[in-house]
């Protein structure tokens, strides 16, 4: 097998990363367009209706078919929804069909992308850490340039609703013949049914769970509803600053990515601990900043909150190696990233609660929920630890 790769594996997971997200920073475009906030934050959580069965049956999949074969669906499938999303001009059923076929890419990547990367990775030499680490700065970065070129394409390009996606076709196509030479890894030929022993693991309950929605939903606050709170201020550059703001948080989660696997200690759940604790400073910030309807501190919220991110995703898929076996790694992760998808419907249900309360109200009312989910995760920090050996090996170096 050729010593990288892996890095093509990383491509494949950075185009389904750039597919999810690229929909984000044209809320404002499609709320200029007369949709409502309602309909455009619904629009925005609108692919987990197809993430949440990818991302739950994907792993299963692939240890039937293959890493391979899932990964190339999973381009195909974001290939797909960006044409869907370019036609939906004619009419909203177009951009739900495309948000929804979305999140069958994204969730190929999450799931199955983030287990093979780690396995070519260990293939090549380096540790399961590392792997982790590649897989989930692909993601993020994908994640991030998406929106970037997406939202400057729609504020500055032509045809706003059409040419951001037909970029992201493009680079779909590119990628997908990389797939085709890429070996196989674990074990195929296997039952079809998922393998849920590490979800029932103690540790998944105690240290990962009460962490994993916020993961998208920080994301899901700093980049749809701070933009949403302070746009009346920027007049037409409204896209623009939406599009700072989503990058600018998945900038600052990328950048901050390597810290998470420093704070990772194999005796507790520390890591899980800072990113929640870092969760509710970016938060509290989010309220000081609809209070006061400045773009400034509602960028320097998203940044708050971007950090949160970075280190909750990574601090996350590290427990996860650390009790799940290799054939449960793909499934585990898997059901993770559907509970970490569940923040992603934050903005959706803050839309409808903003009826009944303020925004500060409502995002002071998160914070209060952030710092008890911070209190659980360390009262367990240290229960239900991995076999010893198991937590020696993940405590090796870095290679």
Known sequence: MRPAA???????????GWGGNQFTPL???Y???GHSALMVNTLLGAYVLGLFPGLLFAGGLSQRFGRRAVMIAGVVASLTASVS???GEYGAGWLAAGRFVTGFGVA???AVGTTWVTELSACSGSDSRTGAGRAALALTTGFGIGAGVAGALAQWGPAPMVLPYVVHVVLALAVLPLLYRLPETGCLGGSPRPRWGGVRHPRFRKAVLPMAPWIFGAAGVAYAIMPQLVGDRLGSLALAYSTLLTVGTLGAGAL??????????PTSARAVAVSMGVMSVGLALSVVAAVAGSPV?????????????????????????????PEELADTTGVYYAFAYLGFLLPALLSLLSAVATYPVLLGGLVVLALAATGVILRYSKADLPARE?????AEPVG
Request: charged letters at 15%; glycine letters at 6%; one cysteine or more.
């Open 390 to 394: 198991t937590a020696e090996r993940q």
């Open 297 to 325: 501190l509602a960028l320097v919220a998203a940044l708050g909150l971007g950090c949160a991110y970075g280190l909750a995703v990574v601090s996350g898929l590290l427990e996860l190696q650390r009790f799940s076996r």
């Open 6 to 16: 892996w890095k093509s594996a990383v491509a494949a997971i950075f185009v389904c």
């Open 85 to 87: 999303l370019a036609a």
């Open 31 to 33: 709320r200029q367009a």
């Open 256 to 265: 901050i990515q390597p810290v998470a696997k420093r704070l990772d200690r």
């Open 108 to 110: 190929a990547a999450m």
């Open 27 to 29: 809320l404002v475009m």
